[in-house]
């Protein structure tokens, strides 16, 4: 008799510890934290002339022609940055700076529109 109830209790343990240990095995349901690294600004006055900088460094650019052969030449380190566009539309060249973030597929493009 004293040797059933050894058995159940050591058999009761195991399968409690079993049980115990499987729920402390779920997976974790946290979001995912965001990364906090910098991100490269590409600001752009688009007015007459194009005025551009790329992490505080001016761009020699100030026609379209310039700004698209600029785009197409560092596509891969300007494409994850954030843009940020300041000029008025259907006047100079904003409306063809748009077009050309537009076409290249940049993600990050924020319009301060002058009303001036």
Same mark, same amino acid.
């Given at each position: 008799m004293?040797?059933?109830?050894t058995?159940?209790?050591i058999?009761?343990l195991f399968?409690? @510890? /079993?049980?115990?240990q499987?729920?402390?095995?779920?997976k974790d349901t946290?979001?995912?934290?965001k990364?906090n690294a910098?991100q490269?600004?590409?600001?752009? /006055?688009a007015?007459?002339? !194009?005025?551009?900088?790329?992490n505080d460094?001016?761009?020699a %650019?100030? /026609?379209v022609? $310039?700004?698209?052969n600029y785009?197409?030449?560092? !596509?891969k380190s300007?494409? $994850?940055?954030? %843009?940020v566009v300041t000029?008025?539309?259907?006047? @100079? /060249?904003? $409306?063809? %700076? !748009?077009?050309?973030?537009?076409?290249n597929r940049?993600?990050n493009?924020s319009?301060?529109?002058?009303?001036?």
């Open positions: 004293m040797n059933r109830i058995q159940f209790m058999c009761l399968c409690l @510890g /079993t049980i115990h499987a729920c402390a095995q779920k946290a979001k995912v934290v990364e910098l490269p600004y590409f600001i752009i /006055t007015g007459p002339e !194009i005025t551009a900088f790329f460094k001016p761009v %650019v100030s /026609t022609e $310039d700004f698209n785009v197409q030449a560092n !596509i300007l494409r $994850d940055s954030r %843009v000029g008025k539309p259907k006047s @100079g /060249t904003f $409306d063809e %700076v !748009i077009k050309t973030l537009k076409r940049f993600k493009i319009q301060h529109i002058l009303t001036e």
